[in-house]
T-cell receptor
Framework: DGGITQSPKYLFRKEGQNVTLSCEQN?????MYWYRQDPGQGLRLIYY???????QKGDIAEGYSVSREKKESFPLTVTSAQKNPTAFYLC??????????FGPGTRLTVL | KQEVTQIPAALSVPEGENLVLNCSFT??????LQWFRQDPGKGLTSLLL?????REQTSGRLNASLDKSSGRSTLYIAASQPGDSATYLC?????????????FGTGTRLQVTL
């Protein structure tokens, strides 16, 4: 069963706490992306990775960090420096033809 | 900076009606355009991808057109059904040379009523 999995589905964070969102894919796509979605706004790019061991900042990278140690995995850490982290986070992959596919998302809430 | 606009923000139609969703973008130097569907609380599902050299793409009851010169794309849904109720998002791809980035519109929320 091919696809993109994100875990957990719901995540709650206390003030000052770092949390990590998981994204795994078995589509054999090289490029992976993290987006943030807020009500009434379009998706905004946080980080992206074209290949293993390489990643680039997107438009709103402050307060976030990523790693890309394996082709299949692209975890996102939301650090305490991110002042407004409550949002819906979406992971995506991209084919060579530039078509993007998305995971089911993780909803993060700050308590 | 590329900006993508979708009008209307919300639309309600009776079942069976044909409808058109609009997407406009400010920079015509796009690589391709992708239409997505999003159900509440879910991820995005890719519907259609139009390469910059193409004028339209079709999948079942869906037809997407692209006019780069005018900065517009439309998504045509034929014979709408209640199951088509969702938010529809368009996104344009700009090839920066080292990466391809998507810029999203804010979506059109469609409700198809019985």
């Amino acid at each position: 069963d091919g696809g993109i999995t994100q875990s957990p589905k719901y995540l709650f964070r206390k003030e000052g706490q770092n949390v990590t969102l998981s994204c795994e894919q078995n589509l054999n796509h090289d490029a992976m992306y993290w987006y943030r979605q807020d009500p009434g706004q379009g998706l905004r790019l946080i980080y992206y990775s074209q290949i293993v061991n390489d990643f680039q900042k997107g438009d709103i990278a402050e307060g976030y960090s990523v790693s890309r140690e394996k082709k299949e995995s692209f975890p996102l850490t939301v650090t305490s420096a991110q002042k407004n982290p409550t949002a819906f986070y979406l992971c995506a992959t991209k084919t060579w033809g530039n078509e993007q596919f998305f995971g089911p998302g993780t909803r993060l809430t700050v308590l | 900076k590329q900006e993508v606009t979708q009008i209307p923000a919300a639309l309600s139609v009776p079942e069976g009606e044909n409808l058109v969703l609009n997407c406009s973008f400010t920079d015509s130097a796009i690589y391709n355009l992708q239409w997505f569907r999003q159900d509440p609380g879910k991820g995005l599902t890719s519907l259609l991808l139009i390469q910059s050299s193409q004028r339209e793409q079709t999948s079942g009851r869906l037809n997407a057109s692209l006019d780069k010169s005018s900065g517009r794309s439309t998504l045509y849904i034929a014979a709408s059904q209640p199951g088509d109720s969702a938010t529809y998002l368009c996104a344009v791809v700009i090839n920066t040379g080292t990466a391809s980035k998507l810029t999203f519109g804010t979506g059109t929320r469609l409700q198809v009523t019985l």
